[in-house]
């Protein structure tokens, strides 16, 4: 159950466009089409932002969008504002029917 | 409105065991599979757990496996960690977490309760 790999911080000015990676393997990520993403803000608990790869939940802002290719899924944040500034986790249903986590990413607006 | 209310951490010696609690309001429990979730301190989030909504089936982290068992009462609405031979690794944040799709995401979360393991 080794950790899905994402950078560990990423940064965007305002209005820009921003893409967050997760790769994994065929056990995982490029396995399942079961690929979520979790938006953290310091001391609060996490949020659900996409799951099942490109599906956004209702109350979710349509600049959060999500995709998958092979082992590798990404989160895309358009128009860029200070409040999407958090840590952004990706998660993947495994072929053991547990989950794992991304090491996690630091958004920084700039 | 869904809630889930997390309980029972506190500072505890290595070696010693804790249960948590997390009681569910606001929606139908027995109906949804639920989640254990930790965070260290500073620390990304590991997931730890799941156990089915009628408690049928139940898998673990490689890193909890043998020590931690998950439970739930469906008509107390409440789910249970079991957490023996504590670790100073332990130590974290542990949140509960609403299943959806069976084991495909997390939508509702709780606010977590603090484990730290020391001596």
């Known amino acids: 159950q080794s950790a899905l790999t994402q950078p560990a911080s990423v940064s965007g000015s305002p209005g820009q466009s921003i893409t967050i990676s997760c790769t994994g393997t065929?056990?995982?990520?490029?396995?399942?089409?079961?690929v979520s993403w979790y938006q953290q803000h310091p001391g609060k608990a996490p949020k659900v932002m996409i799951f099942?790869?490109?599906n956004r939940p209702s109350g979710v802002s349509n600049r959060f969008s999500g995709s998958k290719s092979g082992n590798t899924a990404s989160l895309t944040i358009s128009g860029l504002q200070a409040e999407d500034e958090a840590d952004y986790y990706c998660?993947?249903?495994?072929?053991?029917?547990?989950?794992?986590f991304g090491g996690g990413t630091k958004l920084t607006v700039l | 409105q869904a809630q889930l209310v997390e309980s029972g951490g506190g500072v505890v010696q290595p070696g010693r065991s804790l249960r948590l609690s997390c009681a569910a309001s606001?929606?139908?429990?027995?109906?949804?599979?639920m989640h254990w979730v930790r965070q260290a301190p500073g620390k990304g989030l590991e997931w730890v757990a799941v156990?089915?909504?009628?408690?049928?089936?139940?898998y673990y982290s490689d890193s909890v496996k043998g020590r931690c068992t998950v439970s739930r009462d469906n008509s107390k609405n409440t789910l249970y960690l079991q957490m023996n031979s504590l670790r100073a690794e332990d130590t974290a944040v542990y949140y509960c977490?609403?299943?959806?799709?069976?084991?495909?995401?997390?939508?509702?979360w709780g606010k977590g309760t603090t484990v730290t393991v020391s001596s």
């Open positions: 977490a609403r299943d959806r799709g069976g084991v495909r995401y997390m939508d509702v």
């Open positions: 606001g929606f139908t429990f027995s109906n949804h599979g």
């Open positions: 156990i089915w909504y009628d408690g049928s089936d139940k």
């Open positions: 065929s056990s995982d990520v490029g396995g399942y089409n079961y």
């Open positions: 099942d790869v490109s």
């Open positions: 998660t993947s249903y495994t072929s053991s029917s547990t989950l794992v």
